[in-house]
C-alpha cells in the first residue's frame, strides 16, 4: 500500500499523473484509476484524514485475472506466508525468490543495484544528491569544509537482498564561514516522509516543496516577499530540463553543469563517508581518499558480499 499512500499524499499536494509517473511511483493509467478513487471517497480532500490501508485496498478490490490464470507462486505459497509471518517484506522476499533462478553473485548484486554502495552509493548519492544538489546551488557551488554525520540500518532485514546500505542519514555540513546545512533522509516504509528544502538568513527565510509548486520566501517578521502563484502552470521539473536543453541547443547555446554535479556528487559522498565513520571528515580528506569500492574484477561470477560499514570502526582512507 505505500505507493499507494504516497501517490494520494502527491496528488493531494498537487502533483498530476504524468508527475506521479515521472517520480516512478505508479503509471500513469493506475495513478487515473487512483484519483478517481480518491475523488470518490474524497481522500483528496488536504482537510481530511488520509484513509487506512483497509479502506484503500477495499476500493481497489481484487485485480482481474483470466479463469485459467494460474500463479508461477503457487509452489512457494508455504514459503511466502513463513517469511511474511516474520516480517520480511514483500520486495525482499521477491528478491530471494529471483535469485532462485540461477544467477551469479555479480548478477544478483547488479539487478539488486540500489542496496549495494558499490553499485548505487548507499542512499546519500542515489537518491538524497538531489537534495545536496539544491543546497550546493544556495552555496553558489562552494565545497564545505567538512561534515559529520549519523546513519545506520534500523528496518533493513539482515539478508543478502539488502545489501549494505544504510537506510537512514543525519548530516551537518559546515563551511569555512561558519554557515552550516543540514540533510536528513530515510527510506523507511510507514513513516512521515516530505521532500522540502528551507533556506534562513539574515534577511528572511525560503521554502521550497520538491513535490508541488509551493514555494515563498519571506522576510524576517513572517511578510510574504515572494510566492509561486496558485493559478500558475504546474509545470513539470522533467520536462523543464529537457526544454531548457533543446532551447540551447537550437539557439546555439551550451549548457555545462558538470562541474555543480562533481561537486554535488562529492559533498553526497562527503556526507556518506562522516556517517560511516562516525568522525567529522574534511572536504581535503574526501577528495584525496584513494579508496575504491570497485570490485576485485567485473564477471558474471562469484562476488563477496560487502560488509555493513560500523561507525567507529570504518576508516576513511
Not at 485496498?57 to 479463469?67: C, D, Y
Not at 537550437?250 to 562527503?270: F, H, P, Q, T, Y
Request: proline share 5%.
Amino acid at each position: 500500500m505505500f505507493q499507494y499512500r504516497q501517490a494520494l499524499v502527491r496528488m493531494r499536494q498537487g502533483d498530476s499523473d504524468r508527475q506521479i509517473a515521472a517520480a516512478r511511483i505508479m503509471g500513469r493509467r493506475t495513478a487515473a484509476r487512483l484519483r478517481e478513487l480518491g475523488t470518490e471517497h474524497h481522500w483528496l480532500d488536504v482537510a481530511g484524514s488520509m484513509p487506512a490501508d483497509e479502506a484503500i485496498a477495499a476500493a481497489l478490490g481484487q485485480p482481474k485475472r483470466a479463469s485459467t490464470t494460474v500463479s508461477s507462486l503457487a509452489a512457494q505459497r508455504e514459503r511466502i506466508q513463513g517469511w511474511a509471518e516474520q516480517g520480511v517484506s514483500g520486495v525482499a522476499i521477491f528478491a530471494a525468490l529471483q535469485r532462485e533462478q540461477g544467477w551469479s553473485d555479480m548478477e544478483f548484486q547488479v539487478r539488486n543495484w540500489q542496496h549495494f554502495t558499490w553499485l548505487s552509493g548507499d542512499q546519500m548519492v542515489e537518491q538524497s544528491v538531489h537534495s545536496v544538489d539544491k543546497m550546493n546551488w544556495c552555496f553558489r557551488n562552494e565545497p564545505p569544509k567538512s561534515a559529520v554525520g549519523m546513519g545506520g540500518r534500523q528496518l533493513r532485514e539482515a539478508i543478502p537482498e539488502r545489501g549494505d546500505v544504510y537506510d537512514h542519514f543525519a548530516i551537518v555540513y559546515e563551511w569555512a564561514d561558519g554557515r552550516r546545512g543540514f540533510l536528513n533522509c530515510r527510506q523507511e516504509p510507514d513513516c512521515y516522509f516530505e521532500n522540502t528544502d528551507w533556506i534562513a538568513g539574515t534577511k528572511g527565510q525560503c521554502f521550497i516543496n520538491g513535490w508541488g509548486p509551493t514555494h515563498w520566501m519571506k522576510d524576517p517578521s513572517g511578510k510574504m516577499l515572494w510566492e509561486y502563484p496558485a493559478d500558475a502552470p504546474k509545470s513539470d521539473m522533467y520536462q523543464n530540463e529537457h526544454n531548457e536543453l533543446f532551447k540551447a541547443i537550437r539557439d546555439g547555446k551550451v549548457i555545462n553543469d558538470g562541474d555543480w554535479m562533481v561537486v554535488s556528487c562529492m559533498m553526497a559522498v562527503l556526507g556518506r563517508m562522516a556517517a560511516y565513520s562516525g568522525q567529522q571528515v574534511t572536504w581535503e580528506q574526501a577528495t584525496a581518499s584513494t579508496e575504491s569500492l570497485s570490485p576485485p574484477q567485473y564477471l558474471m561470477g562469484p562476488l563477496d558480499m560487502p560488509v555493513e560499514k560500523k561507525p567507529g570502526q570504518y576508516k576513511v582512507s
